[in-house]
């Protein structure tokens, strides 16, 4: 466009393409719009020979074109320009260019009716548009003393100043929006971690607002019982003091007594939820244990109890008394859960989980081998919305008087306290069966001991 490859350039052909060529290079690192505009007013059109010009740019209404750079007579520093020239779209020279987008090349301009004259005026002058995203971003413009200054190959040079401008200016805006892109997408990401903090705070808060609820509960449900059960043994004793009847006096004294040993199992009960009950564990077959307990709760209770106990049950270590009232705790619900009776079935079996076992019914069982004891009821199930709080201590659903509302908290502290776990699967109104997991005691050898 500029030169025939066959046809050595001249001198000054040759410095054009200098120019262009440094321009090109130049244009990579040019970092913004502003810049650019300079960098061509300066750089490109004041080497070129032209000894004027001034860039306009157009505003995004595209009504207006305004002075953002300018060198030669009116600016022969090349300073920033305090007071800008505005020309509407379609007035003067600069204003038609950028209405048709059609670059002119005027002779004389004291013959051409769109010329406005400036303090100084000028005799030839060369437009070209600006022309970016099929829009008008401005134009380029240079005047000259002499008339008939400026011919073919200024056109033709100032022409690819525009283009290669243009181009970028494309490049800017790409740059500009993926840079908004990057920053939008690092806002979002800002906001996803707030609200991510925010949510993990609020459910710690909620955790702690329920812990706090559960340690009321407790406190206040203690007091509660243990304020009962004083009042039954003062009561008494007061009575006592005024009987003469020998048989009387063995039914106070005999009632003060079960009052007392009840406060021993509530305080006992604490203990155990709270981890600190005293265990002695010993290895022994949860079979013959499971079999004991029936023998002694069963007598109390109305319903048949079934016993499924697996041969060749692997030992486990566990304090044979606070296994025995965890399991009691156990049948005594599954007998409330059914107030016209019904039959409890207690299993036994071992049972193996691998690393990553589907069939584990509990996050919180290791993989290993455990000794499984579950007991089954045809009771009520249990409400999804009371599932969750089963363990909490003083948590019932029973009347007053009937549930203490520590069985649960008591099972699950002593399971834990055995390194073993305890789940509840329930099905509303189909029954409940609780299931406890207690670690196999393993032997010297490795094996697992029966
Ligand atoms: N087998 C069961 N069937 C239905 N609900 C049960 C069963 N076991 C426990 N629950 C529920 O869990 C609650 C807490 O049980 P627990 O801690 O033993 O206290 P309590 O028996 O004194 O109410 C019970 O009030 C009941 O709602
Ligand atoms: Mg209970």
Redesign the pocket.
Known sequence: MMQSALRPAAPEEASTLRTLNAFAVDLISIPNVDDLFWYVARNVVGQLKFIDCVIYQANPEQTMLTQVAALGEKNPYGRTILNPLQIPFGHGITGQVAQTREAVVIEDLLRDKNYIADTQPARSEICVPLIFDDRIVGVIDSEHPEPGAFGAAELEVLITVAAMTSAKLELLAESERSHRRYTDLVQSHAQLTQETNNRKSLEAELANARKLEAIGRLTGGFAHSFNNLLTVISGNLDLAEEEQSEAVLKELFGDAKDAASRGAKLIKDMLAFSQRMHLVPERLSLNDLVARTRDRNGHRLSNEINLELAQDLWDVSVDPIAAEVALG?LI???R??MPSGGIIRITTDNVTYGIGDTKAPSQEIAPGRYVRLRVI?E????ASH?LPR?YDPF????PIGE???????MVMGFMQQSKGTVVAQ?ENPHG?T?ELYFPATVDETGLVGN
């Open positions: 705790n005594l619900n599954a409330d859960a009821d009771g009520t199930g249990i009371v089963i948590y019932t659903t029973k549930g203490t509302g520590l069985g649960l908290s329930t409940t609780f």
